[in-house]
């Protein structure tokens, strides 16, 4: 049936909607004039929504209402605000070149009973976030601009019924935030926290506007702490920085650190809303005490990555495939410019991650480049691709590389961190790599699974025999202090200084991991 | 008959209806507090001169054997469901009737599945009035709307057997799906190519039901044995091609999980029940098959082992990993209610101390005891609890039916119950201030594990002083809930209208809470 443009006051939908009841949850309907018809015609969108809308308590009488803008016939275009609450909708969102039959009930059915086919039109679409099997805690945004019609906000969630007002009020809140006062937000959301959903709104904004405006989520009191230099770095814990779902819960399994990382496992088409999702989460999610770390990219893009997390409290940068002492001046100097602009005074460590021969020879350089390097690390498997062969369980082929990395770090009284164990099925596999670790003399490494930090705190932990080891020397320098005596000695053999230093730290670290009673001196007996 | 009439508010504070579907219905009146009288009901006495002299029961067909039986309008028709997801059965009764243009039937399943949502459209159509039973997904949402011509009833496995015990519910025709069968109607789960394990929730059916039929895709000549169903109370037996689809009818869930975060509730609930003392040579144990269960299963063997010591008994779903235990010697008999894996069948067919239990002996609540109350450790789920640590197992925080009670009320009578739970579910706080709807009393959950801290029920005084100085991070349940609430925002309340379309029983027969349409 041939469906024809008339004067805006007297269509056949218009005459309709005057004799049937009208919604209680409409505010009020514009029709479009034949003008502006033809002036869209020659724009072009890409979405056409059907919205169903259900009336009151009692038996619900489902209402449709759509709108579209056609391409190639004349039709009757309704913009349509719904500014109070509705009470359900269902919402389709149609894809180009294909037919959809549309059944309206009751009044509107005569009108629409042929197929209908929508020509897609361009317009300023964007999307951000994640949907689909599988995914959880995350949302997708699709954000049109239009250049009137108001705001119309379609919200499609799994948690509607305990969320859905506190969504609607966020985007209208940053919706008025940015200015945008004419557009469709469609949000499909599968559980996202709050912080996640101003991340992926904020993303789709800045894709489709030209602001340079921030949202910025309330500061969480728990994420306001800093961090020392020689804190201890047995296990950090890596977490794709557009992946929310991994990082709520990351800190309950207490890495001492977490890295929200920009660069290797964000894919290229992502990065960009990623810092969002990073700078949200530095905000607003609790990682009880963990670390902040943050892995940048590489090049320019990562010294623009500075620029979303420096001002948030991150307390740890990894700049990866680091192959020059340069490189970790610009990021310093990045660093320093952005912490002067937001009056920062906390200290921001650097890890940079050497992961190339040259990186390896250049090791010693790199390390020393700045005070804020706290410590040194590996990344074996693009290091094991750079030099031409693969990782294997033994590690012959990074021997080297490993070694120079240790001695670089130590030289520069900064801690040597190893490289990531891949197999997550495998703990004993990673037990062994833990140990060979240690024996090299790295102070931590890496790990990609929450599984393997017990492993690895365990591992790196000192063994009851080092333990009872350092309580002797400890007891021994405690003695000699006593004795108001110079020298540390145990029966004929004296201690050297290093040594005693080593085991008081030994001692610390023991009793930090609940191996030894911090009162362990009342109760020591020496054997 | 109006579906339900005469509210009142019961002993947990909830205004249940006390006339359901047209029969006056108990109110909740508290723990142990309402006792029966008067006598168990009984099925009609028959005579061997109606039945075959050779023993020879089978009929041509399911169709056949219905009408035989005498379907006609307002029947109650019975099912179990040991075929889970993978039941074909239970849809081709209803199809059938509806061919035949029965109506108000009540369908008493033992419990419902995914591949039971084509039975909307004779909810739908009124060949089926309503279900007693349980409501999952589909069948719920169904429910949850309104939809449904009668009032939905959920029982737990116990209730079941207790409410056709007593009388409650009369089952007209009792179908049972027997993997092997002979033609005198004896039956078994454990043989044949659908081996479910066993038919423990066929029993009541079997026992009081006015006419059975069993449908088998496996009919051997007389004996069939073991006869965990006696031909004695057999009418018809039907021989049929396929009963289910057996990699559907095992359970999905018999893996532990690998995920981080319930692998920490596994370890934190083991912990606890070592430092409280539960665990101890000669304790028993009830796990579950969920991901999480199983994984505590895995810490107790570990303690068990490195200790020397054994557990007297495990209530199942069996599944593989029980069976590891039992044949390593961890754990001496295996007392399981229902298969979940093909490893349970396997041990239940082989093993002689891996033996099958019925509602009747688990959890019948009126009767001269049940098993559910000798077990030391209980490991539930649940959906929502609160801060009197009531809990909701039935429906989500958005007010939706979507899961069946099953032995969860009657498990509550172990002596320690814990639940391991998240603290919230895809941004859904998991305690509440009140729970949506009222399954499992407070005064019967003892500790709830999440992730984020362990809440022990102030009445467990014990529990308290025991773990005074564990490192487990113990909190007041009040905190918990605060945190969540903190992470996730302030939920708002789902909206439902003042119909009632469901009520859920408690153990003992009476009405434990209300479930209202949700207004969507």
Same mark, same amino acid.
């Given at each position: 049936?041939?469906?024809?443009?008339?004067?805006?006051?007297?269509?056949?939908?218009?005459?309709?909607?005057?004799?049937?009841?009208?919604?209680?949850?409409?505010?009020?309907?514009?029709?479009?004039?034949?003008?502006?018809?033809?002036?869209?015609?020659?724009?072009?969108?890409?979405?056409?929504?059907?919205?169903?809308?259900?009336?009151?308590?009692?038996?619900?009488?489902?209402?449709?209402?759509?709108?579209?803008?056609?391409?190639?016939?004349?039709?009757?275009?309704?913009?349509?605000?719904?500014?109070?609450?509705?009470?359900?909708?269902?919402?389709?969102?149609?894809?180009?070149?294909?037919?959809?039959?549309?059944?309206?009930?009751?009044?509107?059915?005569?009108?629409?009973?042929?197929?209908?086919?929508?020509?897609?039109?361009?317009?300023?679409?964007?999307?951000?976030?994640?949907?689909?099997?599988?995914?959880?805690?995350?949302?997708?945004?699709?954000?049109?601009?239009?250049?009137?019609?108001?705001?119309?906000?379609?919200?499609?969630?799994?948690?509607?019924?305990?969320?859905?007002?506190?969504?609607?009020?966020?985007?209208?809140?940053?919706?008025?935030?940015?200015?945008?006062?004419?557009?469709?937000?469609?949000?499909?959301?599968?559980?996202?926290?709050?912080?996640?959903?101003?991340?992926?709104?904020?993303?789709?904004?800045?894709?489709?506007?030209?602001?340079?405006?921030?949202?910025?989520?309330?500061?969480?009191?728990?994420?306001?702490?800093?961090?020392?230099?020689?804190?201890?770095?047995?296990?950090?814990?890596?977490?794709?920085?557009?992946?929310?779902?991994?990082?709520?819960?990351?800190?309950?399994?207490?890495?001492?650190?977490?890295?929200?990382?920009?660069?290797?496992?964000?894919?290229?088409?992502?990065?960009?809303?990623?810092?969002?999702?990073?700078?949200?989460?530095?905000?607003?999610?609790?990682?009880?005490?963990?670390?902040?770390?943050?892995?940048?990219?590489?090049?320019?893009?990562?010294?623009?990555?500075?620029?979303?997390?420096?001002?948030?409290?991150?307390?740890?940068?990894?700049?990866?495939?680091?192959?020059?002492?340069?490189?970790?001046?610009?990021?310093?100097?990045?660093?320093?410019?952005?912490?002067?602009?937001?009056?920062?005074?906390?200290?921001?460590?650097?890890?940079?991650?050497?992961?190339?021969?040259?990186?390896?020879?250049?090791?010693?350089?790199?390390?020393?480049?700045?005070?804020?390097?706290?410590?040194?690390?590996?990344?074996?498997?693009?290091?094991?691709?750079?030099?031409?062969?693969?990782?294997?369980?033994?590690?012959?082929?990074?021997?080297?590389?490993?070694?120079?990395?240790?001695?670089?770090?130590?030289?520069?009284?900064?801690?040597?961190?190893?490289?990531?164990?891949?197999?997550?099925?495998?703990?004993?596999?990673?037990?062994?790599?833990?140990?060979?670790?240690?024996?090299?003399?790295?102070?931590?490494?890496?790990?990609?699974?929450?599984?393997?930090?017990?492993?690895?705190?365990?591992?790196?932990?000192?063994?009851?025999?080092?333990?009872?080891?350092?309580?002797?020397?400890?007891?021994?320098?405690?003695?000699?202090?006593?004795?108001?005596?110079?020298?540390?000695?145990?029966?004929?053999?004296?201690?050297?200084?290093?040594?005693?230093?080593?085991?008081?730290?030994?001692?610390?670290?023991?009793?930090?991991?609940?191996?030894?009673?911090?009162?362990?001196?009342?109760?020591?007996?020496?054997? | 008959?109006?579906?339900?009439?005469?509210?009142?508010?019961?002993?947990?504070?909830?205004?249940?209806?006390?006339?359901?579907?047209?029969?006056?219905?108990?109110?909740?009146?508290?723990?142990?507090?309402?006792?029966?009288?008067?006598?168990?009901?009984?099925?009609?006495?028959?005579?061997?001169?109606?039945?075959?002299?050779?023993?020879?029961?089978?009929?041509?067909?399911?169709?056949?054997?219905?009408?035989?039986?005498?379907?006609?309008?307002?029947?109650?028709?019975?099912?179990?469901?040991?075929?889970?997801?993978?039941?074909?059965?239970?849809?081709?009764?209803?199809?059938?009737?509806?061919?035949?243009?029965?109506?108000?039937?009540?369908?008493?399943?033992?419990?419902?599945?995914?591949?039971?949502?084509?039975?909307?459209?004779?909810?739908?159509?009124?060949?089926?009035?309503?279900?007693?039973?349980?409501?999952?997904?589909?069948?719920?949402?169904?429910?949850?709307?309104?939809?449904?011509?009668?009032?939905?009833?959920?029982?737990?496995?116990?209730?079941?057997?207790?409410?056709?015990?007593?009388?409650?519910?009369?089952?007209?025709?009792?179908?049972?799906?027997?993997?092997?069968?002979?033609?005198?109607?004896?039956?078994?789960?454990?043989?044949?190519?659908?081996?479910?394990?066993?038919?423990?929730?066929?029993?009541?059916?079997?026992?009081?039901?006015?006419?059975?039929?069993?449908?088998?895709?496996?009919?051997?000549?007389?004996?069939?044995?073991?006869?965990?169903?006696? #031909?004695?109370?057999?009418? *018809?037996? /039907?021989?049929?091609?396929?009963? =289910?689809?057996? +990699?559907? &009818?095992?359970? $999905?869930? !018999?893996?532990?999980?690998?995920?981080?975060?319930?692998?920490?509730?596994?370890?934190?609930?083991?912990?606890?029940?070592?430092?409280?003392?539960?665990?101890?040579?000669?304790?028993?144990?009830?796990?579950?098959?969920?991901?999480?269960?199983?994984?505590?299963?895995?810490?107790?063997?570990?303690?068990?082992?490195?200790?020397?010591?054994?557990?007297?008994?495990?209530? #199942?779903?069996?599944?593989? *990993?029980? /069976?590891?235990?039992?044949?390593? =010697?961890?754990? +001496?008999? &295996?007392?399981? $209610?229902? !298969?979940?894996?093909?490893?349970?069948?396997?041990?239940?067919?082989?093993?002689?101390?891996?033996?099958?239990?019925?509602?009747?002996?688990?959890?019948?609540?009126?009767?001269?005891?049940?098993?559910?109350?000798?077990?030391?450790?209980?490991?539930?789920?649940?959906?929502?609890?609160?801060?009197?640590?009531?809990?909701?197992?039935?429906?989500?925080?958005?007010?939706?039916?979507?899961?069946?009670?099953?032995?969860?009320?009657?498990?509550?009578? =172990?002596?320690?119950?814990?639940?391991?739970?998240?603290?919230?579910?895809?941004?859904?706080?998991?305690?509440?201030?009140?729970?949506?709807?009222?399954?499992?009393?407070?005064?019967?959950?003892?500790?709830?594990?999440?992730?984020?801290?362990?809440?022990?029920?102030?009445?467990?005084?014990?529990?308290?002083?025991?773990?005074?100085?564990?490192?487990?991070?113990?909190?007041?349940?009040?905190?918990?809930?605060?945190?969540?609430?903190?992470?996730?925002?302030?939920?708002?309340?789902?909206?439902?209208?003042?119909?009632?379309?469901?009520?859920?029983?408690?153990?003992?027969?009476?009405?434990?809470?209300?479930?209202?349409?949700?207004?969507?």
């Amino acid at each position: 049936m041939a469906i024809t443009a008339e004067k805006s006051n007297n269509t056949p939908l218009r005459k309709i909607l005057k004799s049937s009841p009208v919604p209680r949850s409409l505010k009020y309907l514009r029709l479009n004039s034949q003008k502006a018809m033809r002036e869209r015609k020659k724009r072009s969108m890409t979405t056409a929504s059907l919205m169903v809308i259900t009336m009151g308590s009692g038996n619900p009488l489902p209402v449709g209402f759509f709108f579209f803008e056609a391409g190639l016939f004349r039709a009757v275009a309704i913009e349509l605000s719904v500014a109070a609450k509705v009470q359900g909708y269902a919402n389709m969102h149609t894809q180009p070149g294909n037919s959809y039959k549309i059944y309206l009930p009751l009044n509107f059915h005569f009108l629409f009973k042929s197929d209908i086919n929508i020509r897609p039109t361009m317009g300023t679409i964007v999307t951000t976030g994640n949907k689909g099997k599988g995914v959880r805690s995350d949302c997708f945004i699709t954000l049109e601009l239009t250049d009137q019609g108001g705001m119309l906000l379609q919200v499609e969630s799994k948690v509607a019924a305990l969320y859905g007002t506190d969504i609607r009020k966020k985007i209208t809140e940053m919706m008025n935030f940015f200015g945008i006062v004419n557009a469709t937000v469609h949000i499909e959301d599968s559980g996202a926290l709050t912080p996640v959903i101003a991340a992926r709104l904020e993303a789709a904004i800045h894709k489709a506007t030209k602001t340079d405006k921030e949202y910025l989520i309330p500061m969480l009191e728990e994420n306001k702490y800093v961090t020392t230099r020689d804190r201890n770095r047995f296990s950090r814990l890596y977490l794709p920085g557009n992946t929310p779902s991994l990082m709520i819960n990351a800190g309950i399994h207490k890495p001492d650190g977490i890295i929200l990382d920009l660069e290797d496992a964000v894919a290229p088409d992502k990065k960009d809303e990623a810092r969002f999702m990073v700078r949200n989460a530095l905000r607003g999610i609790d990682f009880y005490g963990a670390e902040r770390m943050v892995r940048i990219n590489q090049g320019e893009r990562g010294l623009d990555d500075l620029d979303y997390v420096i001002p948030h409290n991150v307390n740890l940068i990894l700049l990866p495939k680091c192959e020059s002492p340069e490189q970790v001046h610009a990021v310093n100097d990045k660093i320093k410019k952005i912490k002067k602009k937001t009056k920062q005074d906390d200290p921001v460590w650097i890890m940079p991650i050497i992961e190339s021969a040259l990186g390896a020879i250049r090791a010693a350089a790199i390390a020393t480049a700045a005070d804020n390097v706290s410590s040194l690390a590996i990344g074996l498997e693009d290091y094991t691709a750079d030099i031409g062969t693969r990782r294997t369980p033994e590690g012959n082929e990074s021997f080297v590389a490993r070694n120079m990395v240790v001695m670089a770090a130590r030289a520069a009284g900064i801690q040597p961190i190893d490289s990531v164990f891949s197999d997550v099925g495998d703990m004993e596999g990673l037990r062994q790599n833990v140990l060979r670790s240690k024996a090299l003399g790295f102070d931590g490494m890496g790990c990609i699974h929450p599984r393997q930090i017990r492993v690895i705190h365990d591992t790196f932990a000192p063994t009851p025999d080092e333990i009872a080891k350092a309580q002797k020397i400890v007891h021994a320098f405690d003695v000699a202090q006593e004795r108001g005596l110079g020298v540390v000695s145990l029966g004929t053999k004296m201690i050297d200084p290093p040594v005693v230093k080593r085991a008081f730290n030994t001692i610390n670290l023991a009793v930090k991991m609940n191996k030894l009673d911090e009162n362990w001196r009342e109760t020591y007996e020496q054997v | 008959m109006s579906k339900y009439d005469k509210l009142e508010k019961n002993a947990a504070g909830r205004v249940v209806p006390t006339v359901i579907n047209g029969r006056p219905a108990i109110p909740f009146q508290g723990i142990g507090k309402y006792k029966p009288t008067g006598y168990k009901a009984a099925p009609k006495i028959v005579s061997c001169a109606d039945f075959p002299e050779d023993g020879n029961k089978v009929v041509p067909n399911l169709k056949e054997a219905l009408i035989k039986a005498g379907l006609r309008d307002g029947m109650t028709i019975s099912t179990h469901h040991h075929f889970r997801n993978g039941d074909l059965v239970a849809g081709q009764i209803f199809d059938i009737a509806h061919e035949m243009g029965v109506k108000d039937l009540m369908w008493f399943p033992s419990a419902s599945f995914p591949c039971h949502e084509p039975m909307t459209k004779y909810l739908d159509d009124g060949t089926i009035n309503r279900i007693e039973g349980s409501m999952n997904g589909a069948l719920g949402r169904f429910t949850s709307e309104g939809k449904m011509h009668g009032l939905g009833i959920l029982r737990s496995h116990g209730g079941r057997y207790q409410s056709v015990q007593d009388g409650e519910v009369h089952i007209d025709i009792a179908v049972i799906a027997a993997p092997t069968a002979d033609p005198f109607g004896n039956c078994n789960g454990v043989n044949g190519p659908t081996a479910c394990g066993l038919l423990g929730f066929a029993l009541a059916d079997a026992q009081y039901a006015d006419k059975v039929i069993v449908v088998t895709d496996n009919l051997i000549p007389f004996p069939c044995l073991p006869w965990q169903i006696h #031909g004695n109370y057999v009418d *018809y037996v /039907v021989v049929t091609d396929q009963l =289910g689809i057996p +990699e559907k &009818i095992v359970s $999905g869930t !018999t893996e532990i999980t690998k995920s981080p975060d319930r692998l920490l509730l596994a370890e934190w609930s083991a912990q606890f029940c070592d430092e409280a003392g539960l665990i101890h040579d000669g304790f028993s144990f009830q796990a579950g098959a969920g991901g999480t269960a199983l994984s505590i299963g895995i810490y107790f063997a570990d303690i068990l082992r490195e200790r020397g010591w054994k557990a007297r008994f495990a209530r #199942g779903g069996s599944n593989k *990993y029980l /069976v590891k235990m039992l044949e390593e =010697g961890l754990v +001496e008999y &295996i007392l399981d $209610g229902q !298969t979940f894996d093909l490893e349970g069948v396997r041990s239940m067919r082989e093993n002689p101390t891996h033996t099958w239990t019925s509602p009747f002996t688990s959890y019948n609540y009126h009767g001269k005891g049940n098993f559910a109350s000798l077990i030391d450790i209980v490991i539930l789920g649940a959906t929502e609890v609160d801060v009197n640590f009531n809990a909701n197992v039935v429906t989500h925080s958005d007010g939706y039916l979507l899961h069946g009670i099953g032995g969860f009320q009657n498990c509550l009578f =172990g002596k320690t119950v814990i639940l391991p739970i998240p603290l919230f579910r895809d941004r859904i706080p998991v305690i509440r201030d009140e729970v949506t709807t009222l399954c499992g009393p407070g005064e019967l959950i003892d500790v709830i594990v999440t992730e984020r801290g362990i809440a022990i029920n102030p009445r467990r005084t014990d529990l308290i002083e025991k773990m005074k100085n564990s490192k487990l991070p113990i909190r007041p349940i009040e905190e918990l809930k605060a945190e969540a609430e903190k992470i996730c925002g302030v939920p708002e309340k789902p909206k439902f209208s003042d119909e009632i379309v469901a009520v859920v029983k408690w153990v003992d027969g009476t009405v434990l809470d209300s479930i209202r349409r949700v207004i969507s």
